[in-house]
Structures are given as structure tokens and as C-alpha cells.
């Protein structure tokens, strides 16, 4: 199948902990018609995985907190429950990466990873895509503090029995859209209570 778009130009317009490129491209529209050219700014992102920390034995989801400059104007607070994620590495399988991540960040190992499923998080302004598993682990009791000092990471690891996730799921008190995708997975087609 040929190609439904045409870049005319992409350039690299900044440089630093994200990349951004100025495109110019036209697409064939739905009338079979070609588009004017058009102009969009986006992010390089890279790709992502994603792991969401379950104990099977124990019921418990593991939840990270850690700050978030994007959301400090959006938010009264700049810290969010999310799962594990991290940029996959050259050479690095998603899988890999998952499961580095999740030491990193939550000191667990997984003993077990199912992938999930894979996506576009925001197609309209970023070439990232997200590759999301889910990691059996063994957790631990409480709260501790995780991440790579190299990486400027300060990371909150609570633990949480699943029908306590499954509230904050309802509440609205979990707002970050990777997490929110796993968990519904999670209750929709692998939790069964």
C-alpha cells in the first residue's frame, strides 16, 4: 500500500531533554484529494515502555510518585501515581527495558511480564509510542524512596491493595493516562475478584 502522505521538509528545531522537528507534509484526504501543506511541530518522545507491578500473592499494585514539570500548570501539585516507564535503550528490547525500569524505579524484580498491549499516547504531537506489560513482583509493606541519582530520580514506591487502586481508579485520584490504560486492563481483562 502506497504511502497516504508526503514530507516535504523535517527539521530538528530544539535539542535537549526532548527533541522537537518543524514537518512539512501534505496527506491524501478522505475524498481521495491531496491536503494543502501543512506545518506541525512535534516531539521525538521515543519509544516508552510501560510496566504496571502486580503481586499476585500479596493483591497488591505497586504505584510510583515522582515530579512532573508538565502538569504544574494544570495541577495543584506536581506528583502523580503512575506505573514504571522508562525510554527504551538502543539495542534494547521493550521487554528489557520494562523490566530495568522496574528495578530502578520500585527496586522489585518481575518475575513474570505479560505484554499488553502498544499505542500512540498523543499521535497529534509526538512520534512516541508506548509498549505496556504487565510484571508480576513481589512487593513489599509500605512506602520507600527509589530511582537513579545519575537520572535526578527522587521516586515515591507505595504499595496498595488492588481494591484500594481500584477506589483511587473510581475517585479520579489517579490522573496520569499510561496508568489509567493499564488499569483498566488490569480490571477489565486479567483481575478477577
Request: charged fraction near 25%.
Amino acid at each position: 500500500m502506497k504511502p497516504r502522505y508526503k514530507i516535504i521538509s523535517k527539521n530538528n528545531i530544539h535539542k535537549g531533554f526532548f527533541e522537537m522537528s518543524k514537518i512539512e507534509f501534505v496527506h491524501k484526504k478522505h475524498d481521495g484529494t491531496w491536503s494543502n501543506s501543512i506545518q506541525r511541530e512535534i516531539f521525538g518522545g521515543g519509544h516508552v515502555s510501560t510496566l504496571l507491578p502486580y503481586d499476585p500473592i500479596k493483591d497488591e499494585i505497586i504505584l510510583i510518585q515522582q515530579f512532573r514539570a508538565g502538569i504544574l500548570s494544570r495541577h495543584n501539585e506536581s506528583y502523580l501515581y503512575e506505573i514504571v516507564a522508562g525510554i527504551i535503550g538502543d539495542e534494547e528490547e521493550p521487554l528489557d527495558t520494562a523490566v530495568r525500569e522496574c528495578k530502578e524505579e520500585t527496586g522489585c524484580d518481575v518475575i513474570k511480564a505479560t505484554p499488553i498491549l502498544s499505542y500512540f499516547p498523543a499521535p497529534g504531537s509526538s512520534e512516541s509510542y508506548y509498549h505496556l506489560f504487565l510484571g508480576e513482583v513481589k512487593s513489599f509493606k509500605g512506602k520507600r524512596i527509589q530511582g537513579l541519582k545519575s537520572e535526578n530520580e527522587d521516586i515515591l514506591v507505595s504499595t496498595f491493595k488492588v481494591n484500594e487502586v481500584r477506589k483511587m481508579l473510581n475517585n479520579n485520584i489517579i490522573k496520569n493516562g499510561l496508568t489509567l490504560i493499564a488499569l483498566q486492563w488490569f480490571f477489565l481483562n486479567y483481575y478477577k475478584s
